[in-house]
Each structure stands twice: as structure tokens, then as C-alpha cells.
T-cell receptor, first 116, second 112 residues
Framework: DAMVIQNPRYQVTQFGKPVTLSCSQTLNHNVMYWYQQKSSQAPKLLFH???????NEADTPDNFQSRRPNTSFCFLDIRSPGLGDAAMYLC???????????????FGPGTRLTVL | EDKVVQSPLSLVVHEGDTVTLNCSYE??????LLWYKQEKKAPTFLFML????IEKKSGRLSSILDKKELFSILNITATQTGDSAIYLCAVDSLRNTGKLIFGQGTTLQVKP
């Protein structure tokens, strides 16, 4: 089945130790998103790629970076995780953005990050 | 600033009850409104609404959009314990292409 896959599902890292979360999709969607979701809060968009075009949210800290080497994969790099970065990180995809009727996003299962 | 507000923030009901969840929005160049259900993992898609007055239905769940009054409701009839989840409303706009604006969610707990 076509889907959005995230690895790992659970990640434990130490304060300040770089970590990379991965997302892959078999939907062949143009757009891939990274969200941060803390407990009892709505998902907060960090950035998204429309194909190879990177779109950073204005309030996303510089500590967060992303790479999309090809259509199928997208990575979230946290260069120096702090305790406040502990959260669920959700990857999502959508077929298209501009001009599409609606923007149904399909979410992966998420990676829960713990920072010690 | 675009925003999406959901109410109530939390709700506790008993099995068999009917619930109505509300979502209001202020968004420039509205394109669609989406409802998601989130249990202990990633959100799963429920409905996408683009036109006023057309009810979307899936089993015991239904939703409708009012673009004049800028709100949507999600109805769940004959609730079951498996309906316990956070229900997220999100809006897509032409101005923020590719970006969903999420509400804060409604946490629904269905007791046996």
C-alpha cells in the first residue's frame, strides 16, 4: 500500500547531540512537510518542500534543518537538540499545493523524540 | 493573521451520545477545511470540505461547512469508546499554499 513511513518511531538523544529523523513516501507526492507536535497542542509546521523548493516557516529555529535528496525521502536534522525539542515529529505529504482543489495531507506515524 | 479556533477544547460523553465539534476560522482566500482524527499517533484524515452546505458523511461521522459564517461542525452519532481521540480541524488557503493552519484540537473522551 502507498504510504508515508517514518523512522525511527522512537528516538532518544542527549542534550546537544545531533539527530536525524527520516521520512519516506510511496505516494509520489510533490509536497512533503515536517511538523512538530508537543503534548496537547496542534501540529506546528516547521517547513515544507514543494518538489525541491524549500519553504521555511518564519518562526522555525535555525537549529532545525531539512533535506530532500529525492522525491521519496525527506530528512529532519536537529543540530543541537535542547530539552524543549522533545516532541512528536510528524511528516506529511500532499499531492500538490498550488492550484489543487483542497490540500489533503497524509501523515506518517510520527517519531517521538526524547532529549535527555 | 489567519487562525482556526475549535470548541470545546475537551469533551466527555458516554457511549451512545451524539456530539458536535465546532471549528471556526478566519483565513484569507479560503480553499478547503479538513478534519483529522488523532489517537496516540499521527492524524488520520476524515473529511475535506470545500463547498458550503454539502454534508460529507462516513458511517456515524458527518461534517458540514458554512462559508458565510466561517465555521464547520463535525457530528458523531452513537459514540463508541473507539471514538475517543483528538479531533483536529485545519484550513488550507490560497495565500498559504501548501500550509495547513490547524486549530488546537478537541479532545473527546467516550466513557463506556
Amino acid at each position: 500500500d502507498a504510504m508515508v513511513i517514518q523512522n525511527p518511531r522512537y528516538q532518544v538523544t542527549q542534550f546537544g547531540k545531533p539527530v536525524t529523523l527520516s521520512c519516506s513516501q510511496t505516494l509520489n507526492h510533490n509536497v512533503m512537510y515536517w511538523y512538530q507536535q508537543k503534548s496537547s497542542q496542534a501540529p506546528k509546521l516547521l517547513f515544507h518542500y514543494y518538489d525541491k523548493d524549500f519553504n521555511n516557516e518564519a518562526d522555525t529555529p535555525d537549529n532545525f534543518q531539512s533535506r530532500r535528496p529525492n522525491t521519496s525521502f525527506c530528512f529532519l536534522d536537529i543540530r543541537s537538540p535542547g530539552l524543549g525539542d522533545a516532541a512528536m515529529y510528524l511528516c506529511a505529504t500532499s499531492r500538490d499545493g498550488a492550484g489543487a482543489v483542497g490540500n489533503e495531507q497524509f501523515f506518517g506515524p510520527g517519531t517521538r523524540l526524547t532529549v535527555l | 493573521e489567519d487562525k482556526v479556533v475549535q470548541s470545546p477544547l475537551s469533551l466527555v460523553v458516554h457511549e451512545g451520545d451524539t456530539v458536535t465539534l465546532n471549528c471556526s476560522y478566519e483565513v484569507t482566500n479560503f480553499r478547503s477545511l479538513l478534519w483529522y482524527k488523532q489517537e496516540k499517533k499521527a492524524p488520520t484524515f476524515l473529511f475535506m470540505l470545500t463547498s458550503s452546505g454539502i454534508e460529507k458523511k462516513s458511517g456515524r461521522l458527518s461534517s458540514i461547512l458554512d462559508k458565510k459564517e466561517l465555521f464547520s461542525i463535525l457530528n458523531i452519532t452513537a459514540t463508541q469508546t473507539g471514538d475517543s481521540a483528538i479531533y483536529l480541524c485545519a484550513v488550507d488557503s490560497l495565500r498559504n499554499t501548501g500550509k495547513l493552519i490547524f486549530g488546537q484540537g478537541t479532545t473527546l473522551q467516550v466513557k463506556p
